[in-house]
């Protein structure tokens, strides 16, 4: 797949540039960035895993922009040359999650989905601006999750760091608003389960496709699988636990007080 025109840079941390394909699709690539080195190994750990849980994140691909295309463009002259990049299928017509008043979400069986990955991962940036939401009628909308950047705390992390991620409960609204629209708690322990059933032999393959010239060693990578392994049987059952017991039940004790 080759890149065909340069549209235009999102605001944003990532730098992520809309960029037209010659298979006819727009796509949100990200390059590396100095000070953001994790950002793709970041994106694209999740993208897999996300996937695999059947979770609604656009499709993506590791893209080749040639180096020729990127001196043609001034907005991408700076951008280090590796040989991949991470694209994410553009959804058009979408707002965030602080434009809508969101009423119903059509896909609410992924919501317990994406607030798991988020705990397991440690994703601490799951804020309103990183969901898109696709109008489907009044107030009804179908949620994606995007940007991942920050998995395992952050776009920076260093391997000392995963040792020490979080194991309590994540400040975000977005993670309220999906509570909203859960059914039924038990919905998260199935997930739970799906999770901690997870072959680790796809985390070895999802991380034996991150590009060498992405910054993370093998020492990274088997200290990254070892975390997952660690924080889906250690510490994702307990923050579930308390993800109910602090986000989820009040929530819904308030909401049927409501009704
Ligand atoms: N797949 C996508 N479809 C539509 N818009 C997207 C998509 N991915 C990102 N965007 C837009 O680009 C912005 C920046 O991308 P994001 O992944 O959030 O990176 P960051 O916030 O780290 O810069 C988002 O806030 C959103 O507006
Ligand atoms: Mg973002």
């Known amino acids: 797949m080759q890149p065909v025109a340069y549209k235009r840079c999102f ?35 999740a993208y897999c895993l996300a ?11 590791l893209v080749e922009i040639p180096p020729s295309f990127c001196r043609s463009v001034p907005a991408l002259a700076t951008v280090p040359p590796t040989q991949k990049q991470f694209a994410s299928l553009y959804i058009d017509g979408c707002v965030d999650g602080t434009a809508a008043d969101v009423q119903y979400v059509v896909n609410h069986r992924s919501l317990p989905g994406i607030i798991l990955l988020d705990y397991w991962l440690c994703n601490r940036d799951r804020t309103r601006k990183n969901i898109l939401l696709q109008e489907q009628g009044p107030g009804t909308y179908y949620l994606w999750m995007i940007d991942q950047a920050e998995i395992f705390g ?16 994540l400040k975000s609204a977005v993670h309220q608003l999906m509570a909203r629209f859960i059914e039924e708690e038990r919905q998260f322990y199935e997930q739970l389960d799906v999770i901690q059933t997870i072959p ?39 923050l579930v636990h308390k993800f109910i017991k602090n986000v989820y039940r009040p929530l819904h004790t308030q909401l049927d007080g409501e009704t």
Do not use: C
């Not at 809309?18 to 994790?38: C, M, N, Q, S, T």
């Not at 996937?51 to 691909?61: D, E, I, T």
């Not at 952050?154 to 409960?169: A, F, K, N, R």
């Not at 093998?218 to 307990?238: A, C, E, N």
């Open 11 to 45: 605001p944003g941390k990532s730098g992520a540039h809309l960029i037209a394909f010659d298979d006819g699709r727009e796509y949100v690539v990200k390059f590396l960035k100095p000070g953001f080195e994790r950002t793709l190994a970041n994106e694209w750990i």
């Open 51 to 61: 996937r695999f849980l059947q979770l609604p994140v656009p499709p993506a691909k």
């Open 154 to 169: 952050s776009y920076g992390w260093m391997l000392p760091h995963l040792e020490t991620l979080p194991v309590g409960i």
């Open 200 to 238: 680790s032999l796809l985390l070895e393959e999802i991380l034996a496709f991150v590009p060498n010239d992405w910054g993370l060693t093998s020492v990274d990578k088997r200290g990254i699988i070892s975390t997952l392994l660690y924080r889906r049987q250690k510490s994702l059952p307990h």
